[in-house]
């Protein structure tokens, strides 16, 4: 075997595992916070370039239109960021795990189970319910029952 192939054994130690889980997270906290420092500077410079437009127009409807523009233009742009951020991460996943959409599969799963408990558990809170409904109902005809035949010991004894 030549030095750079490894043998099986040293490729699923946990220390080489946990190597490139650390230089993935490196890379992914790199290319994320630049993403972000990007995406701040396009939307500081429209921030800052607002007010001037706005000094130049001459009614309040050409105003208007440009605030609803403003908006519109901010909401797409957060909107594709946080598509970017998205893209980023599954990448930087899939270079991780070595298996792209791993992740996802295992969050998808993850939430099925989730909602698989959600229901035995409001199964299980109905029968209690259930349960507990019916020992009130007992409950309240004994109750009822005691005091009449309380009385009828009385008027026999």
Known sequence: MSKTQKKPAER????????RSLTGGAALLA???QSLAEFYLRRFQKYWQYPLQ??????LEDVAQSLVAFEAQL?????DQAEALQRLARSESGRATGRTGHYESRLLK???DAALIIEQAKAQ???????ARSRADGATDRDAEEP?????????G
């Open 12 to 19: 699923d130690q946990p220390e080489k595992v946990g190597e």
């Open 31 to 33: 290319g994320w916070n």
């Open 54 to 59: 706005l000094a130049e127009m001459r009614s």
């Open 75 to 79: 909401l797409a742009d957060y909107a």
């Open 110 to 112: 993850a939430q099925h």
């Open 125 to 131: 809170a109905e029968r209690i319910i259930a349960s």
């Open 148 to 156: 009449i035949a309380a009385a009828r010991r009385t008027a026999h």
